[in-house]
């Protein structure tokens, strides 16, 4: 047993213990003997020109009109992560501005705003959702915001804008965003065809590493099944669509420390004749379910393109004219028109 007020850990693993009355008691000692005297005289300066800092920059005349606590989602680069500071809306700009490095962040001109989309999103904690606030520019590019009151800040904007007798676009729709983070890792003339929410994936045991869950997200393009690592950025899963043989999902467990069962998707596919399979984990595993189901009695992801239409015996939605055709895959319902075709096929001439 490890007897610590801090452990840091990685991937389970625990590292580094810390006892804080201990390093505390340390600490103190060194600055009682001048060991860090230099440093606790350096850090102390900082601090005391840092706090002066408190507000961005302003153009002459330039006026705050509101001040938000909020959070601006950097995605370009390497890495991707939210960056926190405060958000200072003006009678000409939106500035997120980050005190503790003196940073300006992210700047929009108000007159550059072409609309505002406020959007539910799933929360870290799980079971909870926030309130995402989009904002597309007139540049065609999409910032994406977080503030302790989302609402307030978007009615805010929308007042500001139109005090300068300038209009937003009504009914904006916000693009496929999560394509824009795989599109470097797509072949040639594939396309998306089908996404969801965050799947978790079973990533198989290798070395010394256990097999383990991983948040990402699940794309089906009219190519193949493929699964993006969020933390890595990447992808590291796929199985081309005429390579998956079944789709099964069931009730089970996913951790061993909860006792709760959670529905499991399992896509058996083929690899150099061998038998594999993939598990992934969600909300929506019933959906995906459904999809690849379609496509694996199809042989073709162009099912989910087809016109779809609901079965008038158990209700389930299928392509109308597999519907027409071959009748429903659910409940075995046959359409009139095919049965009176059967029929005259089944009367001599």
């Given amino acids: ?11 389970g693993i625990p590292l580094i213990g810390v006892n804080l009355r201990a390093a505390l008691a340390g600490m103190e000692t060194m600055l009682k ?32 009109t509101l001040k938000m606590y909020g959070s601006y989602y950097y995605s370009k680069g390497i890495y991707a992560a939210w960056k926190p500071g405060y958000f200072y809306l003006t009678d000409k700009r ?3 501005y980050r005190q503790d490095f003196n940073e300006i962040t992210i700047q929009v001109p108000l007159e550059e705003i072409k609309a505002l989309i406020m959007k539910e999103e799933e929360h870290f904690v799980k079971e909870k959702q ?12 999409v910032h994406r915001l977080s503030a302790v ?3 307030q800040l978007k009615e805010a904007i929308e007042q500001r804008i139109k005090d300068m007798g300038l209009y937003l676009e009504e009914n904006p729709v916000l693009p496929q965003l999560e394509d824009e983070q795989i599109v470097g890792s797509l072949m040639e003339e594939e396309r998306v065809i089908h996404r969801g929410k965050k799947m978790w994936y079973l990533v198989p045991a290798e070395g010394i590493q ?16 493929c699964w993006w690592y969020d933390f890595d950025r990447k992808m590291v899963f796929d199985a081309p669509i005429d390579r998956i043989i079944n789709v099964s999902s069931e009730m089970r467990k996913v951790s061993g420390l909860d006792s709760k069962k959670e529905s499991v998707l399992d896509i058996i596919y083929e690899v150099n004749s061998t038998k ?6 969600g909300k929506e595993i019933d959906e995906w379910a459904r999809a690849l189901e379609g496509i694996v009695s199809a042989g073709s992801a162009e099912v989910l393109g087809a016109e779809m239409e609901t ?3 158990c209700r389930k939605e299928a392509p109308v004219k597999e519907l027409l055709e071959k009748g429903c895959s659910y409940c075995n319902w046959v359409s009139p028109v095919s049965k009176e075709r059967v029929h005259k096929i089944k009367i001599p001439a």
């Fill in 1 to 11: 047993m490890i007897y610590a007020d801090l452990i840091v850990s990685v991937a």
């Fill in 33 to 64: 003997y001048g060991v860090m005297q230099a440093w606790d005289e350096k850090s102390r300066a900082w601090e005391k020109e840092h706090r002066k800092k408190t507000l961005p920059s302003l153009v002459k005349g330039e006026e705050i």
């Fill in 94 to 96: 939106l500035i997120l």
């Fill in 130 to 141: 926030k309130q995402a606030l989009y904002l597309l520019d007139k540049q065609g590019q």
């Fill in 149 to 151: 009151e989302a609402n």
């Fill in 210 to 225: 256990q097999e383990t869950w991983r948040p990402g997200h699940l794309y089906l393009t009219d190519k193949r099944l």
């Fill in 276 to 281: 594999r399979t993939a598990s992934f984990a």
């Fill in 311 to 313: 079965c008038p015996e």
